[in-house]
């Protein structure tokens, strides 16, 4: 059986060590062969653009604002992260410690271009973070159609169920890899908001 394209990307990533310095490392929305972060901070981030319902496709490290940063004399890196939203907006993010400076974004707007520094108070508030990086570390695994039937079907027919619930129908995958992948992959949702993922966590099926 020939390997899926994240398993591909996974092989690639384990042959380049030096990329993955900040954990979690995989990733499902990135189209980068080889992701490359310019700290925690922004590895962060990637999190929550990976489980952004909003959000389509993301990539690292963009070079399309470099005049933007030259003519506003800016000192700091390009941004992290060009993100492209469901809606076909396109976004350049920076990760920041604090507000950044907004002559940068308002340059950018006049180029046409939207830009947005997002803050670590931002990115590590409340439990979503967490969730989000728990469930990466099983970005690599991609749930068997029979387990995927499964979960959906029941989902289908009760409208919602408990992560525990979920689990002990897998008969294929680890159970909690195989949700996270159906999560991950947009099959079904849960709310990372609340707190925790936990046993009585509430799983639905995705909806755009």
Same mark, same amino acid.
């Given at each position: 059986?020939?390997?899926?394209?994240?398993?591909?990307?996974?092989?690639?990533?384990?042959?380049?060590?030096?990329?993955?310095?900040?954990?979690?490392?995989?990733?499902?929305?990135?189209?980068?062969?080889?992701?490359?972060?310019?700290?925690?901070?922004?590895?962060?981030?990637?999190?929550?653009?990976?489980?952004?319902?909003?959000?389509?496709?993301?990539?690292?490290?963009?070079?399309?604002?470099?005049?933007?940063?030259?003519?506003?004399?800016?000192?700091?890196?390009?941004?992290?992260?060009?993100?492209?939203? %469901?809606?076909?907006?396109?976004? *350049?993010? @920076?990760?920041?410690?604090?507000? $950044? /400076?907004?002559?940068?974004?308002? #340059? +950018?707007?006049?180029?046409?271009?939207?830009?947005?520094?997002?803050?670590?108070?931002?990115?590590?508030?409340?439990?979503?973070?967490?969730? %989000?990086?728990?469930?990466?570390? *099983?970005? @690599?695994?991609?749930?068997?159609? $029979? /387990?995927?039937?499964?979960?959906? #079907? +029941?989902?289908?027919?009760?409208?919602?169920?408990?992560?525990?619930?979920?689990?002990?129908?897998?008969?294929?995958?680890?159970?909690?890899?195989?949700?996270?992948?159906?999560?991950?992959?947009?099959?079904?949702?849960?709310?990372? /908001?609340?707190?925790?993922?936990?046993?009585?966590?509430?799983?639905?099926?995705?909806?755009?």
């Amino acid at each position: 059986m020939n390997p899926s394209p994240a398993n591909s990307r996974a092989h690639r990533q384990a042959a380049h060590p030096a990329l993955l310095k900040f954990r979690p490392h995989g990733t499902v929305r990135c189209s980068d062969d080889l992701p490359a972060f310019r700290n925690q901070l922004a590895r962060d981030l990637g999190c929550l653009l990976d489980v952004d319902e909003a959000v389509a496709a993301w990539c690292c490290r963009p070079s399309g604002m470099d005049r933007v940063l030259l003519d506003t004399g800016w000192k700091g890196s390009r941004p992290d992260f060009l993100v492209t939203y %469901a809606d076909g907006q396109q976004f *350049y993010l @920076h990760a920041t410690e604090g507000p $950044g /400076d907004p002559e940068v974004t308002e #340059a +950018a707007a006049c180029r046409g271009m939207r830009h947005r520094f997002v803050e670590a108070a931002d990115i590590r508030a409340g439990p979503r973070l967490q969730n %989000a990086q728990d469930l990466l570390r *099983y970005a @690599h695994v991609r749930a068997p159609l $029979g /387990d995927r039937m499964r979960i959906l #079907a +029941a989902l289908e027919q009760e409208g919602f169920a408990s992560v525990a619930d979920c689990m002990g129908l897998f008969r294929e995958a680890n159970p909690m890899a195989g949700l996270a992948s159906l999560i991950l992959n947009r099959f079904v949702a849960i709310d990372l /908001d609340v707190e925790l993922i936990a046993p009585h966590t509430e799983v639905r099926l995705f909806r755009n």
